[in-house]
């Protein structure tokens, strides 16, 4: 199985690397060099420089042969436009897309794009863990 | 007419100047503080500061009416997409229209459906390429919609096809010859027509068969 993981940040290399793992055939964009380094010494995979956006740099990647594709920079919009690009264009039914403002997220989860908000993610994580204290007296919420 | 506009560069700012001149009802948005400041004073209440790909930043600003068009003027490609959507399919906002800025991105506002565009880098080849007599095809105009585009070029005596007759070339698939103009006058291209050098011939065909047509009109 192939993944391609657009944007290789902190979150795109952890995720490029679990895959990898896992045993898929992993191929990175990043449009800068260094973050080749987030990858650890003996990369397996692919590693492309050039920028999402860039439909040769995409093929270059491997796209066209994906089964799966992650779009992680840390662009909301960056990530919004080549998740589209990846489901509409190369046919690619397993895009799923970083999108950190939950609104936008919700816009495009209600137009067929899988988009996995942090931010949500967060704000429920946090919340949890105010109601897990159990301070006497706090107000309860019922599940 | 109401009018939202995101981007306060020097397109954004330059229209939204034009059109409350022109008496319509304006608002502005821009992201940059420093530029915002500096809008704000020629433009007061009429700019907005704020992140124009932010659903509640584009609802302050009357999205929701809607507005009658929007126009995308950011100078980024990812942003005006995204505005543009927002607008068309949560909004409804009747027209919209975007500024591509780097024209390698066109196929992607095309294949979202955002139309019309404009795009100032190509709107300038398209006028270098007319003005400059070296380069052979002259792109004259592009049917987005129909995925096809009207080309010119010219035959000079070198040419494989100066001489011969239009039913005896073998035209790329997905290509017609339109017209030949000589001496300043133009006639409809059909089988028996006689390419000569000095010829402009307009054609028809899908883009991408550039070069398929060149090697048939223009070099063996």
Redesign the interface.
């Known amino acids: 199985m192939n993944a391609l993981v657009i944007g290789c940040g902190r979150v795109g290399s952890s995720i490029a690397r679990q895959l990898a793992e896992e045993g898929w055939d992993v191929s990175v964009v990043d449009e800068n060099e260094e973050s080749l380094a987030r990858l650890g010494d003996r990369w397996p995979g692919r590693f492309v420089v050039g920028h999402g956006?860039?439909?040769e740099v995409l093929r270059e990647a491997g796209i066209e042969e994906a089964e799966a594709v992650v779009v992680a920079t840390d662009?909301?919009?960056?990530n919004?436009?080549i998740g589209?690009?990846a489901q509409?264009?190369f046919d690619i039914s397993c895009v799923v897309v970083r999108v950190l403002?939950p609104?936008?997220a919700d816009?495009y989860a209600e137009?067929g794009l899988r988009t996995v908000c942090p931010t949500k993610t967060a704000i429920n994580v946090l919340t949890d863990a105010v109601r897990a204290c159990e301070i006497p007296g706090m107000p309860r919420v019922e599940a | 007419m109401y009018v939202l506009i995101a981007g306060g560069g020097k397109v954004g700012a330059n229209v939204a100047r034009t059109l409350i001149r022109a008496g319509h009802e304006v608002t502005l948005i821009e992201q940059n503080a420093a530029r915002f400041a500096r809008l704000e004073e020629e433009f007061e209440h009429q700019v907005q500061h704020g992140d124009a790909?932010?659903?509640?930043i584009l609802e302050r600003a009357g999205i929701a009416r809607p507005p009658d068009i929007v126009l995308a003027l950011t100078g980024?490609?990812?942003?005006n997409?995204?505005i543009s959507?927002?607008a068309q399919?949560?909004y409804g906002v009747p027209k919209v229209i975007a500024r591509v800025n780097d024209p390698?991105?066109q196929?992607?506002f095309d294949?979202?459906g955002i139309s019309p565009t404009i795009c100032a880098v190509s709107s300038v080849m398209a006028l270098v390429e007319h003005e400059v007599p070296e380069h052979e095809l002259i792109h004259l105009l592009e049917l987005r919609k129909e995925n096809l585009e009207i080309v010119e070029v010219q035959i000079d005596k070198n040419s494989p096809s100066a001489g011969k007759r239009v039913e005896s070339l073998t035209m790329p698939e997905g290509a017609r010859l339109i017209s030949v103009m000589r001496n300043g006058r133009a006639e409809i291209a059909v089988g028996s027509t006689e390419l000569q050098p000095g010829d402009q011939v307009l054609a028809i065909l899908e883009p991408g068969k550039e070069d398929e047509l060149k090697r048939v009109l223009l070099k063996a």
């Open positions: 956006m860039d439909v662009g909301d919009n960056t919004i436009v589209q690009v509409k264009r403002d609104a936008r816009f137009r | 790909t932010e659903l509640h980024d490609d990812e942003d997409v995204v959507q927002i399919e949560r390698r991105n196929a992607h294949l979202m």
